[in-house]
């Protein structure tokens, strides 16, 4: 075969080979913790399961290979992907991050990276410039999201690689919103590539997991060191459920978008919307960027309603197909209300500031029928309208 093969069939087959003693087409889930050896002190591919197991063995290569990247390292969490990334750094190094990423990211480098430490300086990543401005000599890491959470604002990765590389600083970027069906970072620059593979790439809101990727052999020793080191693995089970989830992430992103987009046109024309947040649309601040940097504008979408919380509230009861929950991601629906669920740890007046009002909702939208979907949001808008 000549040509590169593409995502829909790297998702499928990336890294799984038929099973060699049986025959057995999808991988099977290898859950003993310990491996026969030939030999004292030479064990074939595997010793102990934390340190390696033929079933996360998979999916780590399938994730790389989604990522165009050369080396993958499975997680018991997003977080623990996170921590693990924060153990290459030393005592006085300094972490540059954007000021609109994962509460639970901001939280680990806020208030436990600074117990090994590690410094960390937020900053709007939607100006590559002002990015640049805050990288120190001291800085090692690079951190951002795009598009991020609940905001959907963009950072133009390949700008702030140009300016990181410069520098000689890592560049992270946690792709978990957009999945690699989406975007790849790596191939904008980026040198690591972080997700929650909890969210889109499992896809069935069953798994919490997480996933490093990088095409940096150097990076890679390290992390395959502190994967084990400091042991923060998934189990074979969740790994067999990732790498099942996976194998339709490409057709599932493309109905979330096609899904999403749709909504998103309809909530613009509604008269109890004041604002809609989706990369996909043109009144998008970023839309020409993520243009030309993602393949889709994704399955979340951002609103916000006139009437502030009390609206938001009516709305987010009345919802029947779209669940009232946290987390995003998977083939089912969602709601929820960052200033009262997600984002709530932060003060209101800091909240406010960067763009987190009363009003706003985040929809995680699902697989469900457009149609019904419609329907739903439609009926639960009129609902938010109606005086109490
Ligand atoms: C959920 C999430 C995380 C954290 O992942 P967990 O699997 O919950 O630990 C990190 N980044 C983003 C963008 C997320 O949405």
Redesign the pocket.
């Known amino acids: 075969m000549s040509s590169q093969p593409l995502l829909e069939t790297l998702a499928i087959h990336a890294g799984q080979e038929p099973d060699p003693v049986h025959g057995a087409v999808m991988p099977p889930i290898t859950l003993s913790t310990t491996f026969a050896q030939p030999e004292p002190g030479k064990p074939l591919r595997f010793d102990y399961s934390r340190s390696g197991n033929p079933t996360r063995a998979v999916l780590e290569a399938c994730l790389a290979a989604l990522e165009r990247a050369s080396f993958g390292f499975a997680f018991a ?4 992907a996170a921590t693990t990334l924060l153990h290459t750094l030393r005592p006085g190094d300094h972490v540059v991050c954007g000021d609109d990423v ?1 509460g ?2 901001y939280r680990l480098l806020q208030h436990a990276a600074t117990a090994l430490g590690i410094r960390t300086t937020t900053v709007d990543a939607t100006d590559p410039a002002a990015f640049a401005a805050a990288l120190r000599p001291e800085t090692k890491l690079a951190w951002i ?1 795009s598009p991020t ?1 609940p905001l959907l604002k963009l950072a133009d990765v390949a700008a702030i690689a140009r300016y990181t590389a410069e520098r000689g600083v890592r560049l992270v970027v ?1 792709n ?2 957009a999945s690699p069906a989406l975007q790849n970072p790596i191939e904008l620059g980026a040198d690591v590539v972080l997700h ?1 593979t ?2 889109y790439i499992n896809g069935h809101s069953d798994v ?3 996933a490093l990727v990088t095409r940096d052999p150097q990076l890679a020793e390290r992390l395959r060191f502190l994967q084990n080191a400091l042991g923060a693995v998934p189990s074979p089970f969740d790994c067999y459920l990732v790498l099942r989830g996976v194998k339709t992430l490409p057709v599932r992103m493309q109905r979330h978008v096609e899904t999403a987009s749709e909504l998103a046109r309809r909530l613009e024309e509604h008269p109890a919307v004041e604002r809609v947040l989706y990369p996909g649309l043109r009144s998008h601040p970023q839309h020409e960027l993520a243009r030309t940097q993602m393949r889709g504008g994704g399955g979340i979408i951002s609103i916000v309603l006139r009437g502030g919380e009390p609206a938001a509230r009516r709305f987010l009861t009345s919802l029947r197909w779209f669940a009232l929950a946290e987390s ?1 991601g998977g083939v089912e629906s969602l709601a929820e209300h960052p200033a009262l669920m997600t984002h709530a740890s932060i003060p209101k007046d800091k909240r406010e500031a960067i763009g987190i009002g009363d009003g706003l909702v985040r929809l995680s939208v699902g697989l469900e029928h457009v149609h019904d979907l419609w329907a739903d949001l439609e009926q639960a808008l009129s609902k938010a309208r109606a005086e109490t």
């Open positions: 969490s997003g977080c623990a994962y639970g990211t999201e959470n946690d978990t919103f929650s909890t969210k919490v997991g997480g995003l």
